[in-house]
């Protein structure tokens, strides 16, 4: 019976660890008949935003377009089995593939097979990039962007891709470049070449683009049809214009009387089986955009999984996503793909149609298979300007200037970094403004932690409340200062907290005792440490009794252990401070 009681529990044990690191297993074990619905529509309507969209962020990166197909089989494959979002819909997007663009257009010439080998190789080393963070626990370092570095990383991300695409619309050609300026010099310097039925087509495109993302839903409402129809219909506007651009394209045989650029032949078939580079010297030119990839990929998906999952009191482990991603992106690497993540106007789609599962990514990954398997050579005649409009309609959604307007209200500094982002990206490309914003919120946090908030507190009429004397009527007593920290003290904050403290004990010449209430200290660090050793001494040549209060149970054992509390003395040591103001004769 011990025997069999022991093998019972080592399998569910082991059940544990597979459903951890392959989350499917759990819906799959609890999945219910009135799921299915939701995931066959959602994977459908996300299938059908797919097919342009992908062809569309290849084109931006550099890529054939077959590549962004071959993006959106196996990697959703992965990440059905793998992801912890029900909800998120992952392939590629416009950030990404702008990336890619910028990261390899210095290393190969765009659309050759040398930049279709560096784009899969960047797709694995961001792969593995992203797994060695989930397995390392890594998922904190997003804290690294701030969201308002965030907003104007992406807001300046918008500007770039779309002014990118104006060129398509235009039927010009143009040097690529990531850099907004030169971008913009080089579309100025063409304007006069352009291909007027190219650029009808594109911005009849957009205008039916924009018509289906606004108002016809609203139209469909008035009409009484349902909301997932409506889902359906208005999000399959992509593939209306890529149809409608082909129709015409292909009657009046405008690529070959007009100059229309149109996408050729694509390759039918799934996706081939490829290999990465194993150079060492590539693999350490390519790491930078690997980073950047791996970071902005992993902050848009897991800022997208964590909004729908809360809409649903589900949960998602940021982690496992770095695993899934990385994943993800290593299975785009094996089959002729480039980096993928979790997409927002997709995912949104795909929670709004009703995904309840992983299995509508799995149906959207049959749907693209069977679209590369028979579909292809409606792709011929598809205007280049229709997959331009595309992704301008995409990204008109990135910009965000509601963020800087708040951010001014509310804190100046946050943007001031929200500013910074977004000139370095313009200024100079796409990954010098991703380190930009990462050095920004670092230096924000050292300048706000480094002056952290002192305040002098009093006790509330008779109460065993104390608060600050410059916000409450509070009562205080002349030989006894006691003073707030609110921050944890570290190397770069604690001489400005010496210098304050000592400052006060100066100004007040009967102070006898200095209380520093430590409720908001979650950490001491070695610096720190010093400083309180320091300032013991000090105050003791001045005549001043250094006590603490409030002092966290984490932290108290560290000064126990390092000896800190046998040197101050225990019974200065109070688990409040209006315990600490009665030993002092302060009530």
């Known amino acids: 019976m011990r025997n069999s009681a022991l093998t019972s529990a080592q399998r569910a044990a082991n059940g544990n660890g597979w459903r951890r690191y392959v989350p499917a297993l759990a819906w799959v074990r609890n999945y219910r008949r009135d799921y299915l619905a939701g995931d066959l529509m959602a994977g459908l309507v996300v299938a059908i935003m797919l097919v342009p969209q992908s062809m569309a962020y290849a084109l931006l990166g550099g890529l054939p377009p077959q590549a962004g197909l ?149 139209h469909l409402a008035r009409l009484g049809l349902s909301r997932p129809l409506i889902v359906t219909i208005t999000r399959s506007g992509p593939l209306v214009v890529a149809l409608l651009g082909t129709l015409v394209v292909a009657a009046l045989d405008l690529d070959r009387r007009a100059g229309v650029q149109v996408v050729g032949r694509v390759p039918a078939g799934l996706p081939p089986l490829t290999w990465p580079t194993v150079d060492l010297a590539l693999w350490a030119a390519l790491l930078p955009t690997a980073l950047a990839i791996s970071l902005v990929g992993y902050t848009e ?23 899934a991603l990385g994943a993800a992106d290593v299975a785009a690497a094996l089959t002729g793909g480039y980096p993928v993540t979790g997409g927002l106007s997709r995912s949104s789609v795909n929670f709004a149609a009703g995904a309840n599962t992983g299995l509508a990514s799995l149906v959207t990954a049959g749907l693209m298979a069977l679209t590369v398997l028979f579909f292809t050579p409606a792709f011929t005649y598809l205007p280049n300007a229709v997959l331009a409009a595309i992704i301008v309609a995409a990204v008109t959604n990135l910009f965000d200037l509601e963020t800087l307007r708040e951010a001014w209200r509310y804190n100046k500094a946050d943007a001031a970094s929200w500013l910074v982002t977004f000139g370095v990206v313009l200024a100079w490309g796409i990954e010098v403004g991703i380190g930009a914003g990462v050095l920004t919120s670092l230096a ?142 302060c009530v």
Request: charged fraction near 15%; proline fraction near 4%; charge should be positive.
């Open 70 to 218: 071959y993006a959106s089989i196996a990697p959703l494959v992965v990440y059905a089995l793998l992801g912890t979002s029900r909800a998120l819909a992952v392939g590629p997007v416009a950030i990404v593939s702008l990336l890619v663009a910028s990261g390899l257009s210095p290393l190969a010439e765009p659309g050759s097979a040398a930049y279709v080998q560096l784009a899969l190789t960047l797709a694995f080393l961001a792969g593995i990039v992203q797994v060695a963070m989930g397995l390392a626990r890594m998922g904190f370092l997003v804290n690294f962007l701030s969201y308002p570095v965030l907003a104007g990383f992406t807001s300046a991300a918008a500007l770039v891709i779309g002014l990118s695409q104006v060129r398509t619309l235009l039927g010009i050609k143009i040097p690529q470049t990531d850099k907004f300026l030169e971008t913009l010099l080089y579309t100025v310097q063409g304007a006069g070449r352009t291909n007027w039925v190219t650029l009808a087509i594109g911005l009849g495109s957009l205008a039916l683009l924009l018509y289906f993302r606004g108002g016809l839903g609203k």
């Open 301 to 323: 998906s897991i800022s997208v999984a964590k909004a729908l999952a809360s809409k649903r009191r589900q949960k998602v482990d940021p982690d496992q996503e770095l695993l």
């Open 444 to 585: 924000l946090f050292l300048w706000r932690t480094s002056r952290p908030h002192m305040a002098v507190v009093g006790r509330v009429g008779e109460t065993e409340h104390f608060r600050n004397v410059l916000r409450h009527p509070v009562r205080t007593c002349p030989h006894v200062i006691a003073v707030r920290v609110d921050e944890s003290l570290y190397f770069a904050n604690t001489r400005y907290l010496e210098d304050q403290l000592l400052a006060m004990v100066a100004d007040r010449p009967e102070v006898r005792h200095l209380l520093l209430i430590c409720s908001a200290i979650n950490f001491i660090d070695a610096s720190a440490l010093q400083t309180l050793e320091a300032l013991h001494e000090e105050l003791r040549d001045a005549g001043v009794q250094l006590h603490l209060a409030e002092v966290k149970g984490p932290v108290m054992d560290r000064l126990q252990a390092i000896g800190f509390v046998e040197r101050l003395g225990a019974q200065h040591i109070f688990l409040s401070t209006h315990e600490a103001m009665r030993a002092l004769e």
